[in-house]
């Protein structure tokens, strides 16, 4: 079984100021590894992914993230945040191999102050 | 293109009535999921289809719910004699790869 633990629960920052946002995964298995955001009363839209190759991926809106895998990390990064930004960031897993179920973690609400 | 979409987006009803949430793939998508987001959660899997057939119904938490996709496109998500524990917002996904699923924007369920 995969988890995901994303220890932020809230993460208040300044506008233009920069943001990293915490994920941590266990898993037995190979992984796939995505960052969904939620726009307040929205479906989840794809930030980004990392199936292989560069640990470094970049993704809409300005956003990045770097695969980890001795520490099991793929945190989330923005050198500049816009108050567009404000929303909930769900860090999710999948296994390799055939069609699969995705879990997810408990989500970091993102809260851009002007 | 057209992405996933789910009908109705709010539905409101009574303990112990029977509902029915509709979610309607991305044209050409054989996966379809369903995922149930309590308050504060993320989402957490309900159960898969691939084609017709559910492949893994492993998430449903009981036997009042009951899924269909009888065509391989749409599907149904069907919930008998709801419970105030119910309320959550149902999401549907849908995926033509074996990596990434694409999310509707949910029917919120609220059970009085």
């Known amino acids: 079984a995969q988890s995901v633990t994303q220890l932020d629960s809230q993460v208040p920052v300044f506008e233009e100021a920069p943001v990293e946002l915490r994920c941590n995964y266990s898993?037995?298995?190979?992984?796939?590894l995505f960052w969904y955001v939620q726009y307040p009363n929205q479906g989840l839209q794809l930030l980004l992914k990392y199936l292989s190759g560069s640990t470094l991926v970049k993704g809409i809106n300005g956003f990045e993230a770097e695969f980890n895998k001795s520490q099991t990390s793929f945190h989330l990064r923005k050198p500049s945040v816009h108050i567009s930004d404000t929303a909930e960031y769900f860090c999710a897993v999948i296994r390799t191999g055939g069609y699969q179920k995705v879990t997810f973690g408990t989500g970091t609400k993102l809260q851009v102050i002007p | 293109g057209a992405g996933v979409s789910q009908t109705p987006s709010n539905k409101v009803t009574e303990k112990g009535k029977y509902v029915e949430l509709r979610c309607d793939p991305i044209?050409?998508?054989?996966?379809l999921y369903w995922y149930r987001q309590s308050l504060g959660q993320g989402p957490e899997f309900l159960i898969y289809?691939?084609?017709?057939?559910?492949?893994?119904d492993s998430g449903l938490p009981n036997d009042r719910f009951f899924a269909v996709r009888p065509e391989g496109s749409v599907s149904t998500l069907k919930i008998q004699r709801t419970e105030r524990g119910d309320s959550a917002v149902y999401l549907c996904?849908?995926?033509?790869?074996?990596?990434?699923?694409?999310f509707g924007p949910g029917t919120r369920l609220t059970v009085l």
């Open positions: 996904a849908s995926s033509v790869s074996t990596d990434t699923q694409y």
């Open positions: 289809f691939q084609g017709t057939g559910a492949a893994d």
């Open positions: 044209s050409g998508h054989t996966a």
């Open positions: 898993s037995s298995v190979s992984v796939y």
